[in-house]
């Protein structure tokens, strides 16, 4: 697999020329520029006229060019406008002999980088043209990683062979395009923030911002001011706006995770926002309005919680125009083999470690109250502490069912916070409680690692210093 690298401008300036390209009808100034650049380290290439120029500006790469106004068969401004229409056009300098304030306004608006009068210094030329030289290296970076996201997040994928989810998966394809509301259901860690991804990259603003707000990690004042934003001085300590997530999602998708944790008053706010695609920022007599796609998604019975009184029903209603409901993994045993695999691909590289014939059967025993996303960090840590390629069952942080006793009832099954700690226990003892290099096998800090051992009681074995 190949990938790109994105060079810093400065570096780049180190390993190839500047190239630019010289429109210029008087032949004695033409060539004056075109001797001063190359002498300052510039790559040049001189053309006569305007249409040679558009022809070379089409056909090859420039960083900067350099236009008179006044050429022969087309003028400068009509190059800058047909060439400002092509995929990433070099920085357009406009130069003429006779400018006005009503030329310049022209060059800039049809997207010169600036607008120069003869006679101009040479200095001045020099200085502009590496200033124009380093936005188009910013334009460019930011286009390659712009593609590289896109390319990253374009099509996001759920690996699975179990037909109700991949039914379920075909509705997703479906909706995508509508531009529709989206409720995801499901329990913690079945997949509902991928889902939504699906949903955004097949939608018709792919390209669009994909902007998530997790409302069960925030208090609702803070909530508040995330999803609506802030006018400048409306509170304490706030001295310039800050746009919300609402607004920051405009032309694309706003995912609200866990949206059961709002409080009425929010519900409130949202309900009334989503309704009339307009909204306050905090403080603000402004009214912002957008076009924004909303998903959403909960752990929680939202349709229960409104029979309650503690979901209203309006927003219910506004979110719930497609409803999509996540099976939780021990309903779907027979991807765990497969989503095993799968990820062991993913944190193996080009030589993953397999798994042995009892961890396979300890992995399928299991019960996965964490479902997908405790499966992953599982392999994730497996793959971390395999030895000689090879992972066996005590290499898995699981509970006694997975190690082959009867199935388990509820009250046996292993809660998050018991896997968290009996997998930090097993990275010190893997690495006699070098706290260094167990933070380094869990990928955490030594910082969080402390506070871990802290919070768990553990003690330094004897003899361990």
């Known amino acids: 697999m190949t990938s790109e690298i994105v060079t810093p401008a400065h570096d780049l300036a180190a390993v190839s020329p500047i190239r630019v390209l010289i429109a210029e009808d008087e032949t004695h100034l033409g060539s004056i520029l075109e001797q001063y650049l190359t002498a300052r380290g510039f790559a040049v290439t001189m053309v006569r006229n305007g249409r040679a120029a558009l022809d070379l500006l089409r056909g090859e790469t420039f960083d900067v060019a350099l236009l008179d106004i006044v050429m022969p068969e087309l003028d400068g401004l009509e190059v800058l406008r047909q060439v400002r229409a092509e995929p990433l056009p070099p920085e357009i300098i406009v130069i003429t002999g006779n400018g006005t304030i009503e030329t310049a306004m022209s ?87 991928l889902v939504a991804r699906m949903l955004h990259a097949s939608s018709q603003r792919p390209d669009g911002p994909f902007i998530d707000l997790n409302a069960a990690a925030r208090t609702a004042a803070q909530l508040e001011l995330d999803l609506f934003g802030v006018e400048r001085d409306a509170l304490p300590g706030v001295a310039q706006r800050t746009l919300g997530a609402i607004e920051l999602a405009a032309g ?23 309704e009339s695609g307009s909204f306050y920022r905090v403080g603000g007599t402004q009214k912002v309005v957008v076009d924004v796609r909303v998903i959403a998604s909960s752990s929680r019975d939202l349709v229960r919680m409104a029979s309650a009184g503690t979901f209203r029903d309006d927003l219910l209603h506004r979110i719930n125009t497609i409803r999509i409901s996540l099976p939780p993994l021990r309903e779907r045993a027979i991807d765990v083999s497969l989503l095993a695999e799968h990820f062991l691909q ?91 290099r167990a933070a380094e096998l869990l990928g955490i800090s030594p910082k969080t690692l402390y506070r871990k051992i802290r919070e768990f009681g553990f003690r330094r074995p004897a003899g361990r210093d």
């Open 107 to 193: 060059a800039l608006k049809l997207g010169a980088y600036d607008f120069l009068s003869k006679p101009y210094r040479m200095a001045e030329i020099d200085a502009l043209v590496r200033r124009a030289w380093e936005k188009r290296m910013l334009a460019r970076d930011n286009h390659v990683l712009q593609s590289r996201l896109r390319r990253a997040s374009a099509a996001p994928t759920m690996v699975t062979q179990y037909a109700p989810l991949r039914a379920v998966l075909s509705v997703v394809e479906r909706i995508a395009p509508s531009g529709s509301p989206v409720l995801i259901s499901g329990e913690a860690g079945t997949g509902k923030d």
């Open 252 to 274: 694309g998708t706003l995912y609200l995770d866990h949206i059961g944790h709002l409080d009425l008053r929010l519900q409130g706010l949202l309900a009334g926002a989503l």
């Open 346 to 436: 993913e944190f193996g590289g080009t030589a993953p470690p397999r798994l042995s014939v009892d961890a396979m059967a300890a992995l399928e025993r299991y019960r996965w109250p964490g479902n997908v996303r405790e499966l992953r960090n599982v392999i994730e840590r497996a793959v971390l502490l395999a030895v000689d390629g090879v992972i066996s069952a005590r290499d898995l942080p699981l509970g006694a069912e997975a190690a082959g006793s009867p199935r388990a009832t509820p009250s046996s099954v292993l809660t998050l916070v018991e896997i968290e700690r009996r997998h930090i226990a097993d990275a010190l003892e893997r690495t006699q409680w070098h706290q260094g």
